[in-house]
């Protein structure tokens, strides 16, 4: 992926910060209102995302620790760095949401989503049939993603509860069932 594509990733991230950001507690409320703000508040501070410092954080996981441990593997990088541009942008941007919403990001819905393009997020059936992915390649990236996480400093705790989820997907994406890798370029 060159430089560019990681400076329009980290441009995207930024944005996405803005368009899933909480919306801000009235101040000036009082009363029932102003108690019912202050528990919200608190809910969405327990949620991970406050607990990593809210969805600009969170996204940034992705393109500073996830797009990174993707592309620098040779098992599964070809499959990513030869996109074209727009679309590694378009996967980032997307998979910058879906981390939001598994960290209960407050607004940040994978299903219906868009790019800052207007795209749509598809779903992972729609995203990756005729790729040709294989279990092999699905546990590599599952690696990556995990590997990602960690050096982000997220705890085993956080994800382990995220796992499942993105285990789950994994009949979604697989079409050939062997643990030979599809488009290593490992030499
Ligand atoms: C749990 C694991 C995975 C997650 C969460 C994930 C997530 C995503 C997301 C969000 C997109 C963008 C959806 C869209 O285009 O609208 C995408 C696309 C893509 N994914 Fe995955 N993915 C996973 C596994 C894999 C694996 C194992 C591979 C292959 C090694 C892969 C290769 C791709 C490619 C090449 C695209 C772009 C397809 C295109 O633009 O036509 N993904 N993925």
């Not at 029932?32 to 995302?49: F, G, I, P």
């Not at 406050?50 to 969170?58: A, F, H, L, T």
């Not at 996204?59 to 727009?86: K, N, Q, W, Y």
């Not at 729609?126 to 279990?135: E, V, W």
């Given at each position: 992926m060159s430089t560019r594509t990681i400076h329009s990733l980290l441009v995207a991230a930024a944005a996405l910060t803005g368009a899933c950001a909480a919306s801000s507690p009235d101040s000036e409320g009082g009363g029932e209102a102003s108690a019912q703000t202050e528990a919200e508040t608190h809910a969405a501070e327990t949620s991970a995302c406050s607990r990593y410092g809210g969805p600009g954080e969170v996204g940034g996981v992705v393109s500073e620790h996830i797009v990174p441990a993707l592309t620098g593997d040779?098992?599964?990088?070809?499959?990513?760095t030869s996109l074209p541009e727009p679309a590694q942008v378009h996967l980032v941007e997307c998979l910058t949401i879906q981390v939001q919403e598994l960290f209960a990001c407050e607004g940040a819905s994978y299903a219906g989503a868009e790019d800052s393009t207007g795209a749509l997020c598809r779903d992972m059936v729609s995203a990756h049939a005729g790729l040709g992915i294989t279990n092999g390649d699905f546990d590599?990236?599952?690696?990556?993603?995990?590997?990602?996480?960690q050096a982000a400093g997220?705890?085993?705790a956080d994800i382990d509860a995220v796992a499942p989820a993105v285990l789950s997907t994994r009949a979604d994406m697989v079409e050939v069932q062997t643990d030979a890798l599809s488009n290593s370029s490992c030499g």
């Amino acid at each position: 992926m060159s430089t560019r594509t990681i400076h329009s990733l980290l441009v995207a991230a930024a944005a996405l910060t803005g368009a899933c950001a909480a919306s801000s507690p009235d101040s000036e409320g009082g009363g029932e209102a102003s108690a019912q703000t202050e528990a919200e508040t608190h809910a969405a501070e327990t949620s991970a995302c406050s607990r990593y410092g809210g969805p600009g954080e969170v996204g940034g996981v992705v393109s500073e620790h996830i797009v990174p441990a993707l592309t620098g593997d040779c098992r599964v990088s070809a499959m990513f760095t030869s996109l074209p541009e727009p679309a590694q942008v378009h996967l980032v941007e997307c998979l910058t949401i879906q981390v939001q919403e598994l960290f209960a990001c407050e607004g940040a819905s994978y299903a219906g989503a868009e790019d800052s393009t207007g795209a749509l997020c598809r779903d992972m059936v729609s995203a990756h049939a005729g790729l040709g992915i294989t279990n092999g390649d699905f546990d590599a990236v599952i690696e990556d993603i995990v590997a990602g996480l960690q050096a982000a400093g997220i705890s085993q705790a956080d994800i382990d509860a995220v796992a499942p989820a993105v285990l789950s997907t994994r009949a979604d994406m697989v079409e050939v069932q062997t643990d030979a890798l599809s488009n290593s370029s490992c030499g």
